[in-house]
T-cell receptor, first 115, second 113 residues
Framework: GAGVSQSPSNKVTEKGKDVELRCDPISGHTALYWYRQRLGQGLEFLIYFQGNSAPDKSGLPSDRFSAERTGESVSTLTIQRTQQEDSAVYLC?????????????FGPGTRLLVL | AQKVTQAQTEISVVEKEDVTLDCVYETRDTTYYLFWYKQPPSGELVFLIRRNSFDEQNEISGRYSWNFQKSTSSFNFTITASQVVDSAVYFCALSVVGNQFYFGTGTSLTVIP
C-alpha cells in the first residue's frame, strides 16, 4: 500500500515569507508526527496528532510554527515569516495509534531552504 | 529525562568488513521501546527493528543483528559483511509511555567498495 507522502519535495523561499508543508499519512493511521532535521543533525520533535484529541505542540520552536490536521488525514505544517534558521528537512511520520510502542513510518521529507 | 546517545558520528569501513553502531540510552522508565532506523541518501527513514524493555534476547535478521543489554543501557547494531548499499545514516530511538520519541544524532556509515 501507499506510504507516507509529503509535498513539496523541495521548497526554496525568501526570508520573511510563509510556507506550507503537507503530509499525507498512511491510510488508517491515527497518529501523525512532524519532525525537523537540520543538516547533519538528528530528528527534532515538533508536534503530534492523535485522532481528534488536542495535539501535543510541545516541540514547536516558536509561535511562527503551527500545524493542523483534518480528522485522521492530511496535515499541514505552516511556518510564518520564515528565517534562515528554519532551513531543514521537515519529516512527517504516521503510526497506527499514538502509543509509545508503535513503529513510526516516515515520509521522504520536505527540504526547505530559506534564502 | 530521556536521552539517546550515538557517540559515533561517522564510520567508514571497507566492503565485507563487519561494523557495529553503538547506541546508549537513558530513561528512568521501566517500560520503553528501542528502535533503529536507516536513512539512506534518498532521505526517507526506514524502520529496521523495535525492541521492548522486557525482551533482552538478541535478534538476527540476515546480515543485521542487535545486542540489547539493559545492564549497560545499550542497544548496539552490527552489520556483518557490509555492503555498499548499507551506506546510510542510522538512527537509534527511544520511546516511553507518554509517547514522544527520542532520537539519537545518528551515525553516518560509509561502506567503501
Amino acid at each position: 500500500g501507499a506510504g507516507v507522502s509529503q509535498s513539496p519535495s523541495n521548497k526554496v523561499t525568501e526570508k520573511g515569507k510563509d510556507v506550507e508543508l503537507r503530509c499525507d499519512p498512511i491510510s488508517g493511521h491515527t497518529a501523525l508526527y512532524w519532525y525537523r532535521q537540520r543538516l547533519g543533525q538528528g530528528l527534532e520533535f515538533l508536534i503530534y496528532f492523535q485522532g481528534n484529541s488536542a495535539p501535543d505542540k510541545s516541540g514547536l520552536p516558536s509561535d511562527r510554527f503551527s500545524a493542523e490536521r483534518t480528522g485522521e488525514s492530511v496535515s499541514t505544517l505552516t511556518i510564518q515569516r520564515t528565517q534562515q534558521e528554519d532551513s531543514a528537512v521537515y519529516l512527517c511520520a504516521s503510526s497506527p495509534v499514538q502509543e509509545y510502542q508503535e513503529t513510526q513510518y516516515f515520509g521522504p521529507g520536505t527540504r526547505l531552504l530559506v534564502l | 529525562a530521556q536521552k539517546v546517545t550515538q557517540a559515533q558520528t561517522e564510520i567508514s569501513v571497507v566492503e565485507k568488513e563487519d561494523v557495529t553502531l553503538d547506541c546508549v540510552y537513558e530513561t528512568r522508565d521501566t517500560t520503553y521501546y528501542l528502535f533503529w532506523y536507516k536513512q539512506p541518501p534518498s532521505g526517507e527513514l526506514v524502520f529496521l527493528i523495535r525492541r521492548n524493555s522486557f525482551d533482552e534476547q538478541n535478534e538476527i535478521s540476515g546480515r543485521y543483528s542487535w545486542n540489547f543489554q539493559k545492564s549497560t543501557s545499550s542497544f548496539n547494531f552490527t552489520i556483518t559483511a557490509s555492503q555498499v548499499v548499507d551506506s546510510a545514516v542510522y538512527f537509534c530511538a527511544l520511546s516511553v509511555v507518554g509517547n514522544q520519541f527520542y532520537f539519537g544524532t545518528g551515525t553516518s556509515l560509509t561502506v567503501i567498495p
